[in-house]
């Protein structure tokens, strides 16, 4: 299994994300890993992580990167050299089986489309996320959150049938139920967007549709795929990451504030310890985009060693399970469906 990664992607690159390539070959003695960027700030990264951990990992120089700030539209016409190009090159030349940036997510959204171009059938990608809640499961798939600001009632039935897709394959997750946030649960519940999708939604066979999703019930755990527009997804993934870092300090403070607490705080050390695991994004290591005709990663910009090690797991996940295949075959199987209203 080859994976390119952007090794000058993200707040924290190249350091964190050569340490993170590392810690992912280190952990799987069949990856293999090529950096894409600066081979002089590369190397000078992998002499710190030891010799040991950097075998199965070669490097591919480039000038150019794209930084967080560069807008999608000039990057196409104007850095077509930068390592978020090159990376995704190779898996377009099927020299990777996948790619992972912790970059900007705008741009790779716009690069992927234009050097892998999109799957039969589907009109727009989606990214798609991890969360967790509190099912017997422990997590659920939401999706799109942030490729998409404006969408149409077709882009969102799409959505749900990669999100589906994805869950059978990725998550291993049987005949996984599939949502629409809204506002309220009942069908005539939502704006505009939400009400149009809703009986194509209810009509598509392919996916296991069970209406709409509250808020207050997404880490409950009430659907196994929760499908919205970009814009609704991504402020719902930002919240409940704030939320969750908010959390975890108020604990940590009422924790520390007395030696009452201090004692209480040692005891269920282990408790807290699993508390912010599940909360802490770097564990679920990176979101990927659904739709086009490869495997994309994409990680946060704030991504450490260790986020960037797990986005690349869930690279070779996606690519190992043939995803790209059974949405294309579930997307072919629904497209009078999709296109009827």
């Given at each position: 299994m080859i994976i390119a990664v952007d090794a000058m992607g993200g707040d924290n690159a190249p350091a964190e994300i050569v340490k993170g390539a590392?810690?992912?070959?280190?952990?799987?003695?069949?990856?293999?890993?090529?950096?894409?960027?600066?081979?002089k700030a590369i190397k000078k990264e992998l002499s710190l992580c030891g010799k040991e951990n950097t075998a199965n990992i070669t490097i591919m120089h480039t000038d150019e990167y794209i930084a967080m700030d560069d807008h999608p539209s000039e990057i196409i016409r104007g850095k077509r050299k930068s390592s978020m190009h090159i990376g995704l090159k190779l898996v377009k030349d099927k020299k990777a089986d996948g790619f992972f940036s912790a970059g900007n997510s705008g741009a790779a959204m716009a690069v992927s489309m234009v050097i892998l171009g999109l799957l039969d059938g589907v009109a727009?990608?989606?990214?798609?996320?991890?969360?967790?809640?509190?099912?017997?499961?422990?997590?659920?798939?939401?999706?799109?959150?942030?490729?998409?600001?404006?969408?149409?009632?077709?882009?969102?039935?799409?959505?749900?049938?990669?999100?589906?897709?994805?869950?059978?394959?990725?998550?291993h997750i049987h005949n996984p139920t599939v949502g629409l946030l809204s506002n309220g649960e009942e069908e005539g519940k939502g704006d505009m967007l939400t009400?149009?999708?809703?009986?194509?939604?209810?009509?598509?066979?392919?996916?296991?549709?069970?209406?709409?999703?509250?808020?207050?019930?997404?880490?409950?755990?009430?659907?196994?795929?929760?499908?919205?527009?970009?814009?609704?997804?991504?402020?719902?993934?930002?919240?409940?990451?704030?939320?969750a870092k908010y959390m975890v300090s108020v604990l940590k403070e009422e924790l520390l504030s007395s030696t009452v607490s201090k004692i209480g705080a040692l005891l269920s050390k282990k408790a807290f310890q699993k508390v912010k695991d599940k909360t802490d994004g770097a564990q679920y290591g990176g979101a990927p985009l659904l739709g086009v005709k490869g495997v994309c990663v994409i990680g946060h910009g704030s991504s450490n060693d260790v986020a960037v090690a797990n986005g690349i797991k869930v690279a070779i996940r996606a690519a190992e399970s043939k995803m790209n295949d059974a949405i294309i075959d579930d997307v072919s199987n629904s497209l009078s469906n999709i296109y009827s209203y």
């Open positions: 590392c810690k992912a070959v280190a952990e799987n003695s069949n990856l293999q890993v090529i950096l894409v960027g600066d081979e727009r990608p989606a990214i798609g996320t991890i969360l967790p809640c509190s099912n017997e499961r422990g997590h659920f798939f939401m999706l799109d959150v942030g490729a998409n600001v404006d969408c149409r009632p077709e882009h969102l039935v799409t959505f749900a049938i990669m999100g589906s897709a994805y869950a059978k394959k990725v998550l009400k149009a999708v809703f009986p194509i939604l209810k009509e598509t066979s392919v996916i296991n549709f069970v209406g709409n999703v509250e808020g207050k019930a997404l880490f409950k755990g009430e659907a196994d795929v929760v499908v919205c527009d970009g814009f609704a997804g991504n402020i719902a993934l930002k919240v409940s990451q704030s939320v």
